[in-house]
């Protein structure tokens, strides 16, 4: 695979997709995820809020319960990190699942990361359930970007995607590209040490400089 940005030219075959969360990424994602024709279930603690997440997403998303999440062929972690272990913990530890790791750890006031320079959150839960096939992706969108199809002014955005288990990162970049987005594969997951400062950097833009949510960082190459 080449690692440069790259983007769908073909339409591959359905994945049935569950999203751990009932937020606004969770309804963004299964927005642009059932658009172009994937199955998304959406598995939240609260059902009511499950399921008035799936009817707000629509195209057919459903909602389930999050002990039902690993029957999907990819599970996407949609809470916030320190709910990450307690959420794959209800799923039944999601081993052999491909995980999407959308999470980043703020601190509680949104000033900066918990952790980082020597790990990640994704590193930290991939350790706590090392039988899971942990990709970290998406975790530098805005979830307002999603809502309005992944795109900034008519373009996609970038996904950087990061994992050690090159087939499910694969997997994880075809669903991506599915749903419209480019996509720059970062390498191992121990380069999630870098996407989730980015993230940080981006909400540091988007709201307290009051940039707004439509800027997204992108990477480009000269022809």
Do not use: C
Request: no cysteine; proline share 3%.
């Amino acid at each position: 695979m080449s690692h440069g940005p790259q983007r769908s030219s073909t339409r591959r075959t359905s994945m049935n997709v569950s999203i751990i969360g009932a937020g606004n990424m969770a309804k963004g994602l299964a927005a642009v995820f059932t658009a172009a024709g994937h199955r998304v279930t959406i598995a939240a603690r609260d059902k009511v809020k499950g399921e008035a997440a799936a009817q707000e997403a629509g195209n057919g998303a459903t909602a389930g319960s999050i002990a039902e999440a690993a029957a999907a062929d990819i599970v996407v972690l949609a809470v916030p990190y320190q709910g990450a272990f307690e959420a794959i913990e209800a799923a039944g530890g999601l081993v052999g699942k491909i995980v999407i790791d959308i999470t980043n750890p703020m601190t509680e006031d949104f000033s900066g990361l918990s952790i980082g320079h020597t790990t990640s959150a994704a590193e930290e839960i991939q350790k706590k359930f090392p039988h899971a096939r942990l990709v970290k992706a998406f975790n530098t969108v805005f979830a307002q970007v999603l809502q309005n199809g992944g795109k900034i002014a008519g373009k996609p955005v970038t996904v950087f995607v990061a994992g050690d288990d090159a087939e499910a990162r694969t997997k994880v970049v075809e669903l991506a590209q599915d749903a419209g987005f480019e996509t720059q594969v970062t390498g191992s997951l121990s380069t999630a040490r870098y996407l989730e400062p980015v993230a940080a950097l981006n909400i540091t833009l988007g709201y307290g400089l009051g940039h707004g949510v439509a800027i997204a960082p992108t990477w480009q190459r000269a022809a």
